[in-house]
């Protein structure tokens, strides 16, 4: 499990590209056989993946203190690869593209399958503290919430769908949803961007081309950075951080958010003319 600390705005001023990369992009989430977590101390937030040629199974370590993983945790998972399955305490959820489940706290076995081992699915999947058990519950990309916003002007018209939430999938705190940046868009969360000082956010860039590229921007609305992401990678956003992106092409992103509250429209907007 690779460990992200927290990271103080001040201090962030002086990362290099390199320190930027190290502590915020989420690379290799999709290795054949293997789960991958990295376990951010913002707000405790589990980013995860799986790939499996074979069933692999959810487990706890050192790192959580618990029996298992989700004796005090919920997961959110949505597949952004071929068919699969996931048996969680025994029961099977069949997941296509773009499908979610919810796994509420106390769940003990979750176990990630592939339909066709020969191509497996890709399970992404995010998991914060939980205070109360919600039961487990699967959702399609045609269930969810789905509100189409922005302007052909600003390049930014995307359909945002929301997965996990108080008016959906119930939580104890995880919100968690898709966004489908439309052909010929390339922004997302701008303009404006925000921040939100009560939650932490990550997001997970995905249908990218294999020749295109991201640029994530992020940190101080007076003090910006970007990180070029590439297609199936993270990007982790401390509450005082803008996070915003534009791309090469159009894509979709998974964004999940943990902290005081689960308002999707708690937002401190942020005017561009401050941005720098």
Not at 10 to 24: A, G, I, L, P, Q
Not at 154 to 180: D, E, F, W
Not at 197 to 217: G, S
């Amino acid at each position: 499990m690779d460990i992200r600390q927290p990271a103080n705005p001040k201090d962030f001023e002086s990362y290099t590209t390199e320190r930027v990369r190290e502590e915020f992009l989420v690379q290799n989430l999709f290795i054949p056989g293997l789960l991958t977590l990295t376990y951010s101390y913002i707000d405790r937030m589990i980013i995860g993946g799986s790939c499996p040629n074979k069933p692999l199974k959810l487990e706890g370590g050192k790192e959580l203190g618990t029996d298992y993983f989700l004796e005090r945790r919920e997961l959110g998972i949505i597949n952004v690869g071929p068919p699969g399955s996931v048996q969680v305490d025994g029961e099977a959820y069949a997941l296509n593209k773009n499908d979610g489940l919810y796994v509420g706290r106390g769940i003990k076995d979750v176990v990630f399958s592939s339909q066709d081992p020969a191509e497996p699915a890709r399970f992404y999947f995010l998991s914060g503290p939980a205070h109360q058990a919600y039961s487990t519950q699967k959702v399609t990309m045609a269930e969810a919430e789905s509100t189409r916003i922005g302007t052909p002007e600003q390049c930014n018209v995307r359909v945002l769908n929301k997965y996990i939430h108080p008016g959906g999938v119930p939580s104890a705190n995880l919100v968690m949803g898709v966004t489908v940046v439309e052909p010929g868009n390339v922004w997302n969360s701008l303009p404006p961007c925000h921040t939100h000082a009560r939650r932490m956010e990550v997001y997970f860039y995905y249908n990218l081309k294999a020749d295109a590229v991201l640029f994530h921007l992020m940190g101080d609305p007076e003090r910006t950075r970007h990180i070029v992401v590439r297609n199936e990678q993270a990007v982790i956003s401390p509450s005082w951080s803008i996070h915003a992106g534009a791309g090469t092409t159009d894509y979709s992103f998974i964004w999940g958010m943990v902290g005081d509250n689960q308002a999707f429209s708690d937002m401190d907007v942020i005017d561009v003319g401050r941005l720098k």
